[in-house]
């Protein structure tokens, strides 16, 4: 294992570390590790999933319960839009 060496931590951050320790039973060094886990576990957990341009166009169909044809409609027009404007040159760009 490595050593993980923390600079600048104020005064009161480090009391309240010790104190939180204290009460735990923990070593400071135990209870920092300890609750640098536990935040990067909540961080991690918080983290919302990131949507594609397509799933997060469908969840809004589906929230409008328009998931069948008019959703299929609608895609294959972005599609085809999307295909016809590929390599096309920027307009007034030097």
Known sequence: MGD????????AMK?????????SGNSLSDE????LRE???R????KPESLSAYEAIRAAFVSENAV????????DEIEAAR????GR???DFE
């Open 4 to 11: 993980f060496l923390i600079r600048n931590i104020s005064e």
């Open 15 to 23: 009391r309240d570390i010790a104190e939180s320790a204290q009460r």
């Open 32 to 35: 920092a590790k300890e609750l």
């Open 39 to 41: 935040a990067l576990k």
């Open 43 to 46: 961080k991690t957990e918080a």
């Open 68 to 75: 069948d044809d008019e959703f299929a409609a609608i895609m």
């Open 83 to 86: 295909k016809k404007d590929f």
């Open 89 to 91: 040159p920027f307009e």
